[in-house]
């Protein structure tokens, strides 16, 4: 027994998974540890250098700590090879660091695609309909009170700015509501794809100005941080819908609040925001409490990929990404790319 634990690759779970699965019978090759705390981590991953770590609930893995993890073993002894983290963003991990020091990246790109973009259409629904509004007042025994009449999903003009997996997904499940669809990308599709999904390419200003419902699926990057500024918002047209379920810090918060109180000024007015749909935050789990005085906005606590489905998915792809790099070299899902020595 002891020589079969000595010849299992040492795995750190940076917080607890969010689902319960037996890990020790589904991966018999990995030793599981526990690490809850992010204060300890340092600690935990020098005193048990682990072959990969698995990072949960956002947790983050710092340039600082893999410098000293570097510092702190001969080559021949470190043992740390990837590091994979559950979810599609890797905003919380040191790719830069994690590349230099020669550990793959990993993440959960195609598994979280599903559930994500039903959680944008459940937001752009909920937008229209104005349908939190009209839960709380009907909590308040108000039934509609003066409730606004909502607009219907159907036949809106739908920009979708970044055309990834999570974007695809978006345009599949706008067919029944016959959208006509424009997107905005670092790089353009060919056009057997765009034939494919009936989407249009735009410019990024034409975009803005011609969509009734904005929605976001790009990933969090040093040129996507608050890329939707106010400067875009002035571009906008009145009434538009703005829905976030990529990354909180995508969208510029005092920006969004200027436009929402009505303060972002052009020649033809105060811009006029419909209605917005948030499931991410800049500074997450905190949320910024003026955001809840209005009414036309709809605020889900990041749960785009918070069913018992698609975290069983995650999970297992998390672990799969540290099982095939220690196997063959490379994670299933890879971020970075490492130079052969």
């Not at 909502?150 to 036949?155: A, N």
């Not at 067919?175 to 989407?199: A, G, T």
């Not at 009434?239 to 109180?261: C, F, Y």
């Amino acid at each position: 027994e002891k020589a079969m634990t000595q010849n299992r690759h040492r795995v750190l779970l940076l917080g607890n998974p969010p689902v319960s699965l037996d890990l020790p019978s589904l991966f018999p090759s990995l030793e599981f540890y526990t690490c809850l705390s992010q204060n300890d981590f340092q600690n935990t991953l020098l005193s048990l250098n682990p072959s990969g770590v698995a990072a949960f609930g956002h947790r983050l893995v710092s340039g600082d700590v893999l410098s000293l993890y570097h510092s702190s073993f001969p080559a021949e002894d470190r043992r740390l090879k990837v590091i994979a983290t559950n979810g599609v963003g890797y905003d919380n991990i040191d790719v830069p660091s994690c590349t230099k020091f020669g550990i793959w990246v990993g993440h959960t790109p195609d598994v979280v695609s599903d559930a994500t973009s039903d959680t944008a259409i459940l937001l752009m629904l909920s937008c229209c309909r104005l349908a939190s509004l009209a839960e709380i007042n009907l909590r308040k025994s108000q039934f509609k009170g003066s409730l606004p009449l909502g607009k219907d999903l159907r036949g809106k003009t739908v920009g979708i700015i970044g055309f990834g997996r999570i974007g695809k997904e978006v345009v599949e499940k706008l067919k029944p509501w016959n959208s006509r669809i424009l997107y905005y990308s670092r790089n353009r599709v060919s056009l057997e794809v765009e034939k494919k999904y009936q989407v249009e390419y735009a410019t990024f200003d034409y975009l803005l100005s011609e969509s009734d419902i904005i929605t976001i699926h790009t990933p969090l990057t040093k040129e996507t941080t608050e890329f939707i500024n106010e400067d875009v918002f002035r571009k906008m047209k009145d009434g538009v819908i703005l829905v976030n379920t990529s990354r909180g810090k995508v969208v510029s918060e005092p920006a969004l609040l200027k436009a929402l109180r009505g303060e972002i000024k052009r020649e033809s007015g105060s811009l006029q925001i419909g209605a917005v749909g948030l499931d991410v935050f800049p500074n997450e789990p905190e949320v910024n409490p003026e955001l809840f005085q209005f009414p036309n906005l709809t605020l889900l606590p990041h749960i785009g990929t918070w069913t018992v489905e698609t975290c069983q998915k995650m999970v297992l792809l998390t672990i799969n990404n540290i099982l095939r790099t220690l196997n063959t070299g490379r994670p299933v899902a890879a971020v970075n790319e490492l130079t052969s020595p």
